[in-house]
């Protein structure tokens, strides 16, 4: 069965303080693993799509890599402005649906 | 460009009624999914629709839940005879191609009372 497990569930960290979060996988062949944003009350952010694995995008103070059976998001020097939960989908070979971890809310203060 | 658009954002609904949640897709987007996010849940996938065609509904309820894209208007999930266990935020998002990014909407947030 397809599932995403996302660690920690929960990180606090203090301004500028760097760190990671992690996505592990297992699908029947990845079309794509896909990073969101979601703020509370609000719809996921999309950030990133990775395809294969040894890519890594980045923007801004977020940089999304991908292996064979996991996916990181590195956080440098964060601000309290992406205090946020962070979700991890993949997609199945077949397309179209996304199958998501439980998220890490991110809490970042100054 | 307007992003994904769904309404209501709130909705209450007493046990027993329909519960009717519209989603108009990003422009030049003809894929459209919908998702569940439970309280203290992640998101689940619902359905995948194209125009008039249902791709993917390996994730509906047997029973009382039913969707549709048609060729003109907005997509629609219709919900009948709501339970509490309904609510929930109803999120929708589209896509201009088959397994590309995935954009999303505000939701809309079903209360069943």
């Known amino acids: 069965e397809d599932q995403v497990t996302q660690s920690p569930e929960a990180l606090r960290l203090q301004e500028g303080e760097s760190s990671s979060l992690n996505c592990s996988y297992t699908?029947?062949?990845?079309?794509?693993l896909f990073w969101y944003r979601q703020d509370p009350g609000k719809g996921p952010e999309f950030l990133f799509t990775?395809?294969?694995a040894g890519e890594e995008k980045e923007k801004e103070r977020l940089k999304a890599t991908l292996t064979k059976k996991e996916s990181f998001l590195h956080i440098t020097a964060p601000k309290p402005e992406d205090s946020a939960t962070y979700l991890c989908?993949?997609?199945?070979?077949?397309?179209?649906?996304?199958?998501f971890g439980q998220g890490t809310e991110l809490s970042v203060k100054p | 460009n307007a992003g994904v658009m769904q309404n209501p954002r709130h909705l209450v609904r007493r046990r027993g009624q329909e519960a009717r949640l519209r989603c108009s897709p990003m422009?030049?987007?003809?894929?459209v999914y919908w998702y569940r996010q439970l309280p203290e849940e992640g998101l689940k996938f619902m359905v995948y629709?194209?125009?008039?065609?249902?791709?993917?509904e390996s994730g509906m309820p047997k029973e009382r839940f039913s969707a549709e894209f048609p060729k003109e208007g907005p997509s629609i999930l219709r919900i009948q005879q709501v339970v509490r266990g309904d609510s929930a935020a109803y999120f929708c998002?589209?896509?201009?191609?088959?397994?590309?990014?995935?954009?999303f909407g505000q939701g809309t947030r079903l209360t069943v009372v």
């Open positions: 422009k030049g987007h003809s894929h």
């Open positions: 699908v029947s062949g990845l079309r794509g």
């Open positions: 998002a589209s896509s201009p191609e088959k397994g590309t990014e995935a954009f």
């Open positions: 989908a993949v997609q199945a070979p077949q397309g179209g649906k996304l199958i």
């Open positions: 629709l194209q125009k008039e065609n249902i791709i993917d």
């Open positions: 990775l395809y294969s």
